[in-house]
């Protein structure tokens, strides 16, 4: 076995995730960035990993599950004509090899064999353990890349608005579901999450509503959050919202129905109203503060 | 602008996934069936796109016979006409699903200037038949997109990053993958669905089979850990504790 691996960043999490998932493919990894001077350009990079693995007759090709690294794989799977697993957890050698990996956001898993040479393969985020990333080569993009590959690349960055706290960086979200009822509903939300120094956070109902903008929105198809706490108001624990914060250290669920799903998840619940309950936490940190505003 | 929308039928989960006993597929018999998130939004731009500069819409599926009902959902919201690629309800990999569209979008009289599709499809989420279908028809692709401005021949799409929003210029004709958020999408209305009825909806059974490269074992349900919520208190009264717990944990 001979595997290379995409590292995208070798000091983001996920590059480091998907070089521990190489290594368990065997010992001989080879770790390959590619030179940004122009820009990411996935389909120029992708052409550039196919060559590499082509020309070492590597048996597997491992990116990050990261949104860069399914699209690179992707696009070398395309160019190669050949299967890609996204996301696994894990990954068996063999003929064919054998993945488990993640279907709806991590809340299902699929075991499925996967044929091809080479096996292309991204890591599910968080699914091993980072390993920094040691020897890494840094390669040109590929001098045969076509016009076509090259001409989808990144002209223009545009920053992200400051403001609050990223929902991705904070140690505390504070999310509001439906229970929540409407826009203005929010502001207690707001206002816990202010005394906190976190995050807001909703659900899909919320955003469907037009209560609040899709950049609040946590789960399968919004952000993945990692806090030390994440504090649900109103939240039923729907399988696509969870994918989002499953990443919480710990889950505190505040609803008015013992019998929501979301509490099979919880390590802490609160059963009552959010409108009463979520004011009552927000005076009680005032007043253990010694403020009163 | 002639814009195609490539979706697919999905079921809504609900707070906990169960499985068929063969356990290679999910338990529907309860649940209700949808177009994919990022789909829906793809659906939306597009018919906003041709609002603004005319042209028309297609909607495409590869799916059972009841995946006509997602078509019929997405006429109703304004889409003009249907492509239903008929299968039997089995799981297509990636690379049959791409080749499928391929071999329909090529029959297709008149050339598509987008073809959008969702970044990954909520159920099984390979993220990758975008990709092999622009491929083969030899376009710019880029997924991920949560805006996307027509400039006279080409496209400016955002693409979400974390520091910000990274722009790609786009020379039509392009395929898109977009992400939910791009939009809002708008509810259907009864004079909608009434219309939905009578648009044509183009089927045909492509041909599938061969071995698959990516072949579903068994679907597995993540052991829960088992979880028991410490119940801090009832009502407003439960303040307190929840504050201590706030303290402990180092977040006050």
């Known amino acids: 076995m001979s595997t290379l691996v995409f590292i995208e960043d070798p000091a983001d999490e996920l590059s480091q995730q998907a070089f521990a998932f190489g290594r368990s493919l065997g010992p001989d990894v080879t770790a390959v960035a590619i030179e940004e001077a122009g820009g990411y350009a996935p389909a120029a990079w992708a052409q550039t990993l196919a060559e590499l693995a082509g020309q070492r007759s590597v048996t597997a090709v491992v990116g990050p599950g990261s949104d860069h690294g399914n699209e690179v794989l992707a696009h070398v799977a395309a160019k190669l004509d050949l299967p890609m697993a996204a996301n696994c957890v894990s990954v068996t050698p063999g003929e064919p090899a054998t993945v488990i990996r993640q279907r709806w956001g991590g809340s299902l898993l699929e075991e499925a064999r996967v044929r091809g040479r080479p096996l292309l393969l991204t890591a599910a985020p968080h699914a091993v353990a980072a390993e920094p990333v040691s020897d890494i080569e840094l390669v040109d993009v590929s001098a045969s890349a076509s016009e076509l590959d090259q001409v989808v690349r990144v002209v223009e960055r545009v920053a992200a608005s400051t403001g609050g706290v990223s929902l991705t960086d904070a140690d505390v979200v504070v999310s509001g579901g439906r229970g929540v009822g409407s826009a203005e509903g929010f502001s207690i939300i707001e206002e816990l999450a202010a005394l906190l120094g976190g995050a807001v956070g909703c659900s899909r109902a919320v955003t469907s509503a037009g209560w609040r903008p899709h950049t609040d929105q946590v789960g399968q198809t919004g952000t993945k959050v990692s806090p030390e706490i994440y504090i649900a108001c109103g939240i039923s624990g729907a399988t696509q919202h969870m994918a989002g914060c499953k990443g919480a250290k710990r889950l505190l669920a505040i609803n008015p129905d013992g019998e929501a799903s979301i509490f099979a998840s919880a390590d802490y619940a609160v059963i009552g109203d959010l409108h009463e309950v979520v004011p009552a936490i927000s005076a009680e940190i005032r007043k253990a503060r010694g403020s009163s505003g | ?252």
């Open chain 2, 1 to 252: 602008m002639n814009v195609l929308v490539c979706v697919k039928r999905v079921p809504l989960t609900g707070g906990k996934i169960t499985l068929t006993e063969d356990q290679r597929a999910i338990s529907t018999r309860h649940l209700g069936f949808t177009v994919s998130p990022h789909e829906e939004c793809g659906v939306e731009e597009a018919i906003r796109l041709v609002e603004q500069h005319g042209g028309s819409t297609t909607v495409l599926t590869l799916g059972p016979p009841e995946a006509e009902e997602q078509l019929r959902d997405m006429m109703a919201i304004g889409i003009d006409r249907a492509i239903h690629l008929i299968t039997d309800g089995s799981e297509w990999d990636p690379q049959a699903t791409a080749k499928a569209i391929v071999d329909a979008i090529e029959a297709e009289p008149e050339p598509y200037d987008l073809i959008m599709f969702g970044n990954e499809s909520a159920d099984a989420g390979n993220c990758q038949v975008a990709i092999r279908v622009s491929q083969a028809l030899g376009r710019p692709v880029i997924n991920g997109v949560k805006a996307i401005v027509v400039d006279g021949d080409r496209l400016r799409c955002e693409q979400e990053v974390p520091a910000g929003r990274d722009v790609y210029l786009l020379a039509m004709p392009a395929v898109v993958g977009v992400k939910e958020g791009i939009n809002l999408p708008r509810y259907p209305s009864v004079p909608g669905r009434m219309r939905a009825k009578r648009k044509p909806v183009a089927a045909s059974e492509p041909q599938g089979g061969g071995e698959s490269g990516l072949e579903m074992v068994k679907l597995i349900v993540p052991e829960t850990a088992g979880k028991q919520a410490e119940v801090l208190g009832r009502g407003a009264e439960a303040a307190p504790a929840v504050v201590e717990i706030l303290q402990e944990i180092g977040v006050m």
